[in-house]
């Protein structure tokens, strides 16, 4: 890995990491910072329905209340989603970026939800800019500063710093500050060079871009790669929504990114990051030292995800896919039998609250990551921006339901509830294992090639539809039309 990413230009890094800086932490800072007012917040909405409307409030209300607040940033998220397959195709990779940080940055001044887009942009992003030995490598970047967003945020929300009732709405927008370094850098960098060849047709921005990126390889070998792409494309235009659904081609693909996406929001990760401070208050942790112990789950996030991002490359996407999940259900079903037997047995709350960082430190490791890397390798140039609008529809839709539920879950379960996020992950990681072939070091075009027997699709249906060819000027590829069919 070392040796691989000396062949990387400072650039190649410097973009990787600035690319989702603003965005993933914003979105890590909300994963942990609603955590931390959540009496505060309830309090707010009990004293303003009494004081404004007279309305005596019950702990079930303003459960419904909280519930909606904690999770109802996932219908701008929703939103989001929708808009990145039209945004994505008209300003680019970087320049839908470049545009969605401004947004990113008022966004975290009036904490309001502009920075979903991101979240979509920035794995396909990274994912085409990437040489194919490190695209793994550089496709975790983004889960990692959510990670380091969350323990900042944790950090930041305990007590003796801006954990008080008055400071937390300025902890909720702290965000603006590395969105500003993003939005300052951003629009210095070179587009993606796959949309610039692809889908702009623009050879020159596409070589001056790779030079950017790359201090050694085969320029030209990439080149070729991505013109047998674009030859293998029915249209160069970016097909719809629909198109994709329909499109038997790519059905197991499509199969694929909806189940991963909502295995990843549907494996219980939303309900414990929003409700950590009442599950270890549940198993018995004394109140004023809850806070630093969520604290040391944000430790280990960081490193579970470092851990992740640093074994990729080596291990692969399918084991951490796999192993992420099957820890993750393991740990559910440990905190639904240490709860139970926690009357009996008093070391049984310690059991729990490991099941709980046992969930984290699994999700962080794999699950966090790998599903929105896979769904750009998955498709092709032209299906990509569609997969990306319906895995992040699906995403938002299953953190809602699930940020929402849970708190009913558990009044009506009780520990039985981590049961449903146990057989979730145990379903995503045998699905994984059975139908989620092996990406790593594989082109994209090689990887829609492993998917077409499972498709039905003969082998002549994924070249080149004949109307283009290469050829050569000063060394490098060119596009050029051929009327041979």
């Known amino acids: 890995m070392a040796e691989e990413l000396l062949h990387l230009t400072p650039s190649l890094l410097l973009v990787a990491f600035l690319s989702s800086f603003g965005s993933s932490m914003l979105y890590g800072f909300n994963l942990a910072v ?34 909606l607040t904690v999770s109802i940033f996932a219908v701008g998220g929703m939103t ?35 920075w979903r887009i ?35 945020a944790q950090v930041m929300g305990l007590g003796e710093l801006l954990g008080k009732e008055e400071h937390w709405p300025l902890l909720l927008s702290l965000v603006v500050f590395p969105t500003m370094v993003q939005l300052l850098l951003l629009p210095w960098f070179p587009e993606s060079p796959r949309y610039l060849l692809i889908e702009k047709r623009n050879v020159h921005a596409t070589i001056a871009a790779l030079k950017w990126y790359r201090t050694k390889g085969n320029i030209q070998a990439e080149l070729e790669e991505m013109q047998e792409e674009q030859r293998s494309l029915t249209s160069i235009q970016t097909i719809s929504v629909w198109g994709l659904l329909k499109d ?28 950590t401070n009442d599950i270890f208050k549940d198993a018995g942790i004394p109140e004023p030292y809850i806070q630093y112990t969520t604290v040391g789950t944000g430790a280990i996030e960081v490193i579970s995800g470092m851990l992740g991002c640093f074994t990729i490359e080596h291990l692969g996407r399918r084991p951490l896919m796999i192993g992420g999940f099957l820890f993750m259900g393991l740990c559910c079903a440990g905190i639904t039998v240490s709860v139970i037997l926690q009357p ?37 140039q032209s299906h990509r921006p569609a997969a990306y609008t319906v895995a992040g529809c699906l995403n938002w839709m299953s953190n809602f339901t699930i ?19 146990c057989v979730i992950c145990l379903g995503v990681a045998l699905y994984t294992t059975f139908i989620i072939p092996e990406t790593k070091n594989k082109t994209f075009m090689e990887i829609s090639q492993m998917f077409a027997s499972r498709n039905n699709i003969l082998e002549d249906e994924l070249t080149s539809n004949g109307h283009l060819k290469m050829s050569m000027m000063n060394g490098y590829g060119t596009l050029g039309h051929s009327d041979s069919t």
């Open 118 to 152: 991101s979240l979509s942009v920035v794995p396909m992003y990274l994912g085409e800019i990437a040489p194919k030995n490190l695209r793994g490598f550089l496709g975790l970047v983004p889960s990692i500063h959510i990670c380091l967003g969350v323990f900042i």
């Open 34 to 67: 609603v955590n931390s007012p959540a009496q505060y917040i309830k309090d707010f909405y009990n004293e303003t329905l009494t004081e404004e409307y007279g309305w005596e409030t019950d702990e079930e209300f303003l459960t419904v209340l909280y519930s």
């Open 80 to 114: 989001g989603a929708l808009l990145v397959g039209r945004l994505v195709t008209t300003y680019g990779r970087k320049g839908t970026l470049v545009r969605i940080t401004v947004l990113v940055f008022i966004g975290g001044a009036l904490m309001a939800f502009s």
């Open 403 to 421: 940020g929402f539920l849970f708190p009913f879950l558990e009044m009506d379960m009780g520990p039985y509830c981590y049961l449903i996020f």
């Open 344 to 380: 009996h047995l008093m070391f049984m709350r310690y059991i729990s609250v490991g099941c709980v960082v046992g969930i984290i430190a699994g999700f962080c490791i794999g699950p966090a990551g790998v599903p929105f890397l896979i769904t750009a390798e998955l498709f092709k």
């Open 248 to 275: 038997r081609c790519v059905r197991w693909q499509v199969i694929t990114i909806i189940v991963v996406n909502i295995g990843m929001q549907l494996s219980g990760i939303d309900a414990i990051w929003f409700y």
